[in-house]
């Protein structure tokens, strides 16, 4: 199943300049989802996190791959309208540097999950197979 940037607006609640994808490319609801983003010169952060050599703010690559995880998460049917939070970001490691111009390939797979909260494996990937990021996002269902 592919979702477009309305449809992903249908899911969850992130609008611009803070939606930080622009499609999902696979779902499977309450399992996994991969998404994309397109990383352009014109995005908002550019302008003060190194002008002179413009980097994706890691934190915003997690929140990315959250992202991804919450429409993973809240397409399940019974988490309709609801909310994904973050709980926890554990062992996070950052191995590329993300610039203008680079394609993200964001996969989150759900690897626990006990009421409204869950763990999601997450990798984001640049379009030659190099890792920018990984870790697990913990999350909670409000």
Same mark, same amino acid.
Request: with cysteine; aromatic share 6%.
């Given at each position: 199943?592919?979702?477009?940037?309305?449809?992903?607006?249908?899911?969850?609640?992130?609008?611009?300049?803070?939606?930080?994808?622009?499609?999902?490319?696979?779902?499977?609801?309450?399992?996994?989802?991969?998404?994309?983003?397109?990383?352009?010169?014109?995005?908002?952060?550019?302008?003060?996190?190194?002008?002179?050599?413009?980097?994706?703010?890691?934190?915003?690559?997690?929140?990315?791959?959250?992202?991804? @995880?919450? *429409?993973?998460? $809240?397409?399940?049917?019974?988490? =309709?309208? &609801?909310?994904?939070?973050?709980?926890?970001?554990?062992? /996070?490691?950052?191995?590329?540097?993300?610039?203008? @111009?680079? *394609?993200?390939? $964001?996969?989150?797979?759900?690897? =626990?999950? &006990?009421?409204?909260?869950?763990?999601?494996?997450?990798? /984001?990937?640049?379009?030659?197979?190099?890792?920018?990021?990984?870790?697990?996002?913990?999350?909670?269902?409000?």
């Amino acid at each position: 199943m592919k979702l477009s940037t309305k449809e992903i607006m249908e899911i969850i609640p992130h609008r611009q300049p803070f939606l930080l994808i622009d499609t999902i490319e696979e779902l499977e609801p309450g399992v996994r989802a991969v998404g994309r983003k397109c990383v352009s010169y014109n995005e908002p952060y550019f302008a003060g996190h190194f002008p002179q050599e413009p980097v994706m703010p890691g934190v915003l690559q997690i929140e990315a791959l959250a992202q991804v @995880g919450a *429409v993973a998460i $809240l397409s399940k049917i019974e988490a =309709k309208g &609801k909310t994904a939070y973050f709980a926890a970001i554990n062992n /996070a490691k950052f191995k590329n540097k993300v610039v203008p @111009g680079d *394609v993200l390939t $964001l996969e989150v797979e759900i690897i =626990k999950q &006990k009421g409204p909260i869950g763990v999601g494996k997450a990798v /984001a990937k640049k379009e030659n197979g190099d890792i920018a990021v990984m870790g697990e996002l913990t999350f909670a269902i409000g």
